[in-house]
């Protein structure tokens, strides 16, 4: 049982014995029938004591039914994952983590609450502990800080990757579109550095440290780039049979 429903009974324990000492008074001359009462009041108290894990439980069942006829109504032509289906502890009666079974590492959290309404009260993923050629993923709980089921889950896929050191450069594809992101990966945890979405067809690029960054997106029809760099000049860069590929360029 929670702290907060320990806390609930011994509210309403402790309510019941005033009650019972309020009675005891008010029928000092009636003992039978206050015994009688003090009887009914105790049992009735203890019954709903050992039936309360039953109500959690089929209350939840309940609500289960209701988000998935919800989802159903609200998305027709979409499959998603809803748990727990029976309840658990660790969850609220009426409270289900849901994601689309096309994005299982990103979800809500909805909760139908005692009038039949179903309500979101958080999003969740599941890109925590990231090994460093992995940290890209974290984007996708970075587009969706505010993630709700309305949104469109952008596909972010990793192209080439350029590890030195702490320094991680990812070479990605989101949604079709060239991207890059920096990172700075050590053992106590990450930051991203910079980050920069471009066009399909076209490239980007990103300083770091006197290197340059390139991501030539592999439609990219040109077999040389003009890069603008730090100072206001153009670098030209050679892309042939590197379109498609994360190209690290010095600038010494």
Request: net charge negative.
């Amino acid at each position: 049982m929670k702290p907060g429903e320990s806390i609930f009974f011994f509210m309403i324990g402790f309510l019941l014995l005033l009650i019972i000492v309020l009675i005891g008074f008010l029928l000092r001359k009636r003992r039978k029938v206050f015994i009688g009462f003090t009887v009914i009041v105790l049992i009735s108290f203890i019954s709903f004591y050992f039936y309360y894990p039953t109500l959690k439980k089929n209350t939840h069942a309940k609500r289960y039914e209701q988000i998935v006829e919800y989802l159903k109504d609200e998305y027709p032509n979409r499959k998603f994952s809803v748990i727990p289906e029976v309840y658990e502890e660790g969850y609220s009666v009426g409270q289900f983590d849901v994601n689309d079974v096309s994005s299982p590492n990103i979800g809500v959290t909805l909760r139908v609450n005692n009038g039949g309404q179903v309500v979101q009260t958080g999003s969740w993923s599941k890109y925590e502990d990231l090994a460093q050629d992995e940290l890209y993923r974290s984007l996708e709980s970075d587009y969706y800080l505010s993630y709700n089921l309305d949104q469109q889950i952008k596909d972010i896929s990793k192209v080439d990757e350029i590890i030195e050191g702490s320094l991680t450069i990812f070479a990605l594809d989101i949604d079709g579109n060239p991207a890059l992101a920096l990172y700075d990966y050590t053992k106590a945890g990450y930051s991203l550095l910079s980050f920069v979405e471009g066009e399909k067809g076209h490239f980007i690029s990103r300083e770091n440290k006197d290197v340059l960054y390139i991501h030539v997106d592999k439609d990219f029809q040109e077999d040389y780039i003009l890069v603008p760099i730090e100072g206001g000049e153009k670098l030209r860069v050679d892309v042939q049979g590197k379109k498609g590929r994360l190209i690290a360029k010095s600038l010494k």
